[in-house]
């Protein structure tokens, strides 16, 4: 079939008639007015020949009279693709020759520049992709625009947009003149712009039509034409808007504040880590006395937050305890929640869940003794953390008696359930240093700078991440007559070779020994850890070589930032005691103990991932016996199900492929989301696009300095560890670090990244390599390019673009 008319195409054409017909199709299949037309079809676009005599037949039927034809690829007006303005539009078309040339021109647009790398940048297959062409009788507009469902730039689904110009549609999809922008709520405004009222009022219920139809927030261009008939040019997702929260039966509106940037995490949990995520977390935060709903957003980690919100109480303290963990940009999305009187307090808040009570209280008590005996004796809690990890380490082994899927899966549930006796030898030590180490700051205000004393808490030992990155590095230092080919390797191959036992004994087997259990987002469970693919260990070793000074070497940089660290504090300390002497020996009490004890930050992570390893490691035992069964697809499908549904395809034998199949598509589109949200309203507000905007205007980016130092060097922005080539001097520039990122700040210059707190992962690893960071800088990777000449200012906590 070459040509086909509108009304007879249906949704379920698309691979015949591409995105855009499909979508016209299915809007006069549900009675809206869209302008007569027919489809030149993917088949005809196979064949690569017009078929001129049902071009023309089908342009008589039409009237020849002017014309719109338009590009429908079978990647377009897609749920996560739109392709807006990628392909060719040709107005105004008359005559058949002008016809047959504007359908080859929208046939050479599907290989153009634009559409080519939109479709790089979405993971799309060039050769899967076809290209069919609409043609549609021409609408001569008075007034003509886009209408969007939801707002597109604050996420706010019960908001609906539009701009219009009088004239054609294209100047303003195309910016080509100033439009009138309006705002479609329950707010009743007096007239203005190009658009009466009564306009803009069937204009919303023909959102709301639409909507309702499709499932989703729409993108609809329309005309009104001079008889003032109001026509529908298009309509296809908002591909930008980010998922909205689940629907509350509350009717009051809710905050969720985004938790995965705490783990260096942006990217979208697989559904088995959501699954065990959520209740880590949740009985964790309860432990604390704390009772926070753990919600799935868009396969991220979100916190409900409002009844803390909106409790007089928790209120109070809260964007202060969102500091230490959550940084600067949750803080002051959450500050504006609270001026919000939609979030006033309220009686009972936070406890109409229950009070903490007596479970609390002990937790309390148990706290203050942890503190205070960490505090007192820090060698003592080291050795005592040391040793709870190990007796972890030994315990989540799996029992050697597992003999069927059913063991397996008990024993995985075991896990899930299993309450460590070893907590508090390894959570206190790690909150005295934390406190030790966020302390000072207050205590030396005006005696000390932030700069200053991150000095201080540069070169901190006892971190078991920069103990990692510096066994790496040692590796690295003893390749020998192998760095060549470490070098000229991609690294995905070296890490097949390593897998297979055919690459020379280079150390990695040792290495992975101890560190194999770790990876980038190393909490989800679903995420395979380096043991299975070590492609990102390579990719840093060969880093690692590149590093040609050996003063610039990560041992030598460690050093000289533990020199100047301790050589920082006997400053500090003799300036305070001798301007503040109270507070001046306080402080250094502290920064003592910081140095002591607040390189055990990483350890508890590093501790719960061996049961994490383990139980990875006997689901993916489970997924191949579901896969033997003809019930997966692959064994690791197992990580798009949850434990429940793992145990009906167990127990019952319920084949979940299709559950699988669709999960994995979701999940691969969210991972090309590249912003995440740090907090959104129930009604699908993103709160940081309502914030009042800050810029210096100067082409210098705005963040929070959390490591001391200055530089200038080249911007390398990396999105994937695993692929990042990282040059001696490079200032790595990232959305978001965690520890399966931190061998790459051996050879950076630099760090900036788009969130964090000054306490967190990233941060922390610079400060301790001695290099400047500088977080919580928005839009970070889509403002500097790599290659950019930038200068990153720790101690200004800012970006200065050259």
Not at 197 to 223: K, Y
Not at 242 to 263: C, D, I, M, N, T
Request: glycine share 10%.
């Amino acid at each position: 079939m070459h040509v086909i008319t509108l009304s007879e195409v249906t949704a379920a054409m698309t691979a015949l008639v591409g995105g855009k017909a499909a979508g016209l199709g299915e809007l006069i299949r549900h009675g809206e007015q869209v302008p007569d037309g027919f489809c030149v079809t993917t088949e005809a676009h196979r064949l690569g020949v017009v078929p001129t005599a049902e071009v023309v037949a089908a342009y008589q039927r039409l009237g020849a009279g002017p014309v719109a034809v338009r590009s429908s690829a079978t990647a377009e007006d897609l749920p996560d693709a739109s392709f807006a303005g990628q392909q060719d539009t040709v107005l105004n078309v008359t005559g058949t020759a002008e016809l047959i040339a504007a359908i080859e021109k929208c046939w050479a647009s599907l290989h153009g520049d634009r559409a080519t790398a939109y479709r790089d940048a979405r993971g799309i297959d060039h050769e899967t992709v076809r290209m069919a062409v609409v043609v549609q009788r021409m609408v001569t507009p008075t007034v003509a625009g886009v209408l969007f469902t939801a707002n597109p730039l604050t996420g706010r689904r019960d908001e609906m947009a539009v701009d219009a110009a009088p004239g054609l549609g294209t100047t303003v999809v195309d910016g080509a003149t100033a439009v009138d922008h309006y705002i479609l709520d329950d707010v009743t405004r007096a007239e203005a712009g190009c658009l009466t009222s009564t306009q803009l009022a069937r204009l919303r219920a023909t959102g709301e039509r639409l909507q309702a139809h499709f499932g989703c927030a729409q993108d609809v261009e329309w005309a009104i034409d001079a008889d003032d008939v109001l026509w529908l040019l298009q309509s296809r997702p908002i591909t930008s808007l980010f998922p909205a929260p689940p629907r509350s039966e509350k009717p009051l509106p809710r905050v969720y504040l985004e938790f995965g940037h705490v783990q260096g995490m942006l990217q979208p949990v697989t559904p088995m880590g959501m699954s065990t995520l959520r209740t880590q977390i949740a009985a964790m935060l309860a432990a604390l006395g704390v009772r926070v709903e753990i919600v799935d957003i868009g396969g991220r980690l979100y916190g409900d937050l409002t009844d803390l919100a909106r409790d007089r109480s928790s209120r109070k303290r809260l964007v202060k305890l969102l500091a230490v963990d959550f940084g600067p940009r949750a803080q002051a999305v959450m500050q504006h929640v609270l001026t919000d009187p939609r979030f006033a307090p309220t009686s009972g808040g936070a406890r109409r869940g229950g009070a903490p009570g007596a479970a609390s209280l002990r937790t309390a008590g148990r706290a203050v003794v942890g503190i205070l005996r960490a505090l007192a004796r820090p060698e003592a809690a080291r050795a005592r953390m040391f040793e709870a990890i190990e007796q972890l380490r030994v315990r989540s082994a799996a029992p050697a008696d597992l003999r069927t899927t059913a063991d397996r899966l008990r024993f995985v549930q075991a896990q899930d359930a299993d309450a460590d006796d070893g907590a508090d030898a390894i959570m206190w030590p790690i909150v005295a240093g934390m406190l030790a180490a966020a302390l000072p700051t207050a205590l030396l205000k005006g005696v000390a700078g932030p700069d200053e004393i991150h000095t201080v808490l540069g070169g901190m030992p006892h971190n078991v991440t920069i103990e990692m990155d510096l066994a790496l590095w040692r590796l690295a230092q003893g390749v020998g007559e192998h760095r060549q080919l470490l070098l000229d390797t991609p690294p995905a191959e070296l890490a097949a070779r390593h897998l297979r036992g055919t690459l020379p004994d280079i150390g990695m087997a040792a290495f992975l020994d101890g560190y194999g259990h770790r990876g980038v987002a190393e909490v989800d469970l679903g995420v395979p850890r380096w043991a299975e693919d070590p492609t990102p260990v390579f990719a840093a070793v060969a880093n690692y070589l590149r590093v040609t000074d050996p003063q610039q070497g990560p041992d030598q940089r460690f050093q000289r930032a533990a020199s100047a660290a301790e050589t920082a504090l006997r400053e500090l300390v003799t300036r305070a005691r001798r301007r503040r002497p109270v507070r001046g020996r306080i402080a250094g009490f502290l920064l003592r103990r910081a140095r002591s004890l607040a390189g055990l930050r990483e350890a508890g992570k590093f501790a719960g991932l061996y049961p994490l390893r383990e139980t990875r490691r006997q689901l993916l035992l489970i997924g191949a016996d579901l896969h033997g069964s003809g019930l997966l697809d692959q064994p690791d499908d197992i990580m798009f199900l949850t434990l429940d549904e793992v145990h009906t395809a167990v127990h019952q034998g319920v084949d979940l492929r299709g559950t699988v199949t669709a999960r994995r598509a979701v999940h691969r589109r969210e991972l090309r989301r590249r912003t995440v949200p740090v907090a959104l309203l129930s009604d699908g507000t993103d709160v940081e696009t309502v914030l009042p905007a800050t810029s210096t205007g100067d082409g210098t980016l705005a963040g929070v300095g959390a490591s001391a130092g200055r530089v200038t060097g080249p911007a390398r922005v990396v999105h994937d560890p695993a692929t990042a080539h990282v040059e001696p001097g490079d200032v790595l520039v990232a959305a978001t670090t965690d520890p399966g990122w931190t061998p790459l700040f051996l050879t950076a210059a630099a760090l900036v990244t788009e969130t964090g707190a000054i306490m967190a992962h990233g941060p922390t690893v610079a400060r301790e390599y001695g290099i400047p960071a500088v977080i919580c800088v928005p839009d970070a990777t889509r403002t500097i390019t790599t290659g950019q000449l930038v200068t990153v200012d720790g101690g200004a906590g800012t970006v200065t673009l050259h």
